[in-house]
């Protein structure tokens, strides 16, 4: 049986790959990166992502030679999960079926929109030093309006999914963020968004994502911003102390080698 090893931390993005692994059932065991600590730029990291970012996998022993297969970016991930370990495409398609394509489209949806888009309204909403509403204002309307698509979308599919009849990574990748929305400031309403609500709760409801949320650590931020919404303030507080400084370093870091 092949063994993951996921290098990862409670985000969206390291959400999507612990949620596959779980609807998979594949033996992973997880090394959880402190963003605080900048584990994310340690040399061994780097050896497996050289762009320091999380979610990164090693495919251990996978290698021709019985080394570690290193695979970075989570829509990557995901696709070679399910190339490999998903032959009886339980969250997939046939490789070059038409719904295979449409899940590809729908991953660089959100790898190239909704991710970008709603991770810069995190930004500006939660860690920038100073308010700038101009800045607030444009990645929550993008963000909005990126739902806005999927919602269309689902409320055409006969299946309640984003691709053909089932549930797939597409679903998957898109849930991660649009499960923290309200961290952007944007959170979804049945009003706004019917279909997109109606998604996401069934969604919530599978075993897999409620185990994959809870890696690396239990996923508690939604229910207390739930319960009272001033209670998350000192975790962003916290938050953008280390994504500042993050940001400092390697603008020096960029600055030293002009």
């Known amino acids: 049986m092949p063994e993951i090893h996921l290098l990862t931390a409670g985000t969206p993005n390291g959400h999507k790959i612990s949620i596959l692994l779980e609807e998979l059932g594949l033996k992973y065991r997880t090394t959880a990166i402190s963003f605080e600590k900048k584990d994310q730029k340690t040399a ?3 050896a497996i992502n050289p ?3 999380i979610p990164a996998i090693e495919d251990v022993g996978a ?3 019985g080394s570690n297969v290193p695979v970075f970016e989570s829509g990557a991930i995901m696709l070679y999960l399910c190339g490999k370990y998903d032959p009886d495409h339980k969250v997939s398609f046939p490789h070059d079926s038409p719904e295979y394509w449409e899940v590809v489209q729908w991953l660089f949806f ?3 929109g909704l ?4 991770g810069q309204a995190n930004h500006f909403h939660r860690y920038a ?10 990645y929550q309307s993008e963000t909005r309006r990126l739902y806005s698509v999927l ?6 599919q006969s299946s309640g999914w984003l691709v053909g009849d089932r549930y797939s990574i597409a679903d998957m990748a898109n849930f991660c963020w649009v499960n923290m929305g309200f961290w952007a400031g944007v959170d979804p309403t049945p009003e706004e968004f019917p279909h997109l609500c109606k998604w996401v709760e069934r969604i919530e409801e ?6 994959g949320l809870d890696v690396p650590t239990p996923f508690t931020l939604k229910q207390k911003y739930r319960d009272n919404p001033q209670s998350v303030e000192d975790h962003a507080k916290q938050a953008s102390k280390w994504i500042l400084q993050g940001q400092k370093d390697d603008q020096d870091k960029i600055k030293s080698k002009a």
């Open 44 to 46: 061994s990291f780097l």
């Open 51 to 53: 762009n320091g970012r």
């Open 63 to 65: 290698g021709a030679d």
């Open 110 to 112: 959100m790898n190239a």
């Open 115 to 118: 991710g970008p888009m709603q």
């Open 129 to 138: 030093p100073e308010k700038i509403p101009y800045a607030i204002d444009r």
């Open 151 to 156: 919602d269309g979308r689902l409320g055409v």
């Open 206 to 211: 599978r075993q897999a994502t409620k185990k």
